[in-house]
């Protein structure tokens, strides 16, 4: 009798643990880590290689989320830390974790848009770029003017005539190479 009283005990204290481990996690996922509201969202960047620990370490020292751990534990409840996909996210504080996680699980990564005007040439293409925040003109230059097939098809070394006028939607940090490849990609899909 007096095992089972024990065992009666320490299942109680048990669930008594795991309730209040659940309700913290609960607690650390619904409710914002910017309880006043007063913070803004910012720019985030999930690196490639970087991993689920390193990418909650610097939401909670960003003061984006409120835990870490809880960030963590939401990783592997959901899935591995591969779900997390790469790129600059605009995350806010106000929101809870599982908002910002579920965020950075959709990869509805930042872009910008640019428009690049008909009769343009190569060059006045990639300062045109530039002025409007996409990359630098030489990259943009270099790229579109050194092997053509490094972009995955066969084309000529000089891309003049295949980066056409449009608005694009270039990712939020390009380089030459990325703002190249973005052109090239509507320019295939057309």
Do not use: H
């Not at 490639?48 to 909670?60: D, M």
């Not at 092997?147 to 098809?153: D, H, Q």
């Not at 703002?179 to 899909?189: G, N, P, Q, Y």
Request: glycine share 8%; charged share 25%; proline share 5%.
């Amino acid at each position: 009798m007096k095992v089972l009283l024990n065992l009666f005990k320490v299942g109680c204290l048990l669930f008594i643990v795991v309730s209040c481990g659940a309700m913290w996690l609960l607690y650390q996922s619904v409710v914002p880590a910017d309880g006043e509201g007063t913070r803004e969202p910012q720019v985030f960047e999930v690196r490639e290689g970087a991993s689920g620990k390193q990418i909650a370490e610097e939401l909670e020292q960003k003061k984006v989320i409120r835990s870490a751990l809880a960030f963590r534990l939401l990783l592997r409840y959901k899935g591995d830390q591969g779900v997390l996909k790469t790129g600059y996210y605009m995350v806010d504080p106000k929101l809870p974790t599982l908002k910002v996680f579920e965020q950075l699980v959709k990869g509805k990564t930042l872009t910008r848009k640019a428009t690049v005007p008909e009769g343009l040439t190569m060059a006045q293409t990639a300062e045109s770029l530039e002025k409007q925040d996409i990359a630098p003109a030489e990259e943009v230059w270099a790229a579109a003017n050194t092997g053509g097939n490094r972009f995955g098809k066969i084309y000529p070394d000089n891309l003049e005539g295949y980066l056409f006028p449009n608005t694009y939607e270039f990712p939020y940090k390009s380089d030459g190479e990325a703002a190249v490849r973005t052109m090239l990609s509507l320019f295939e899909a057309e």
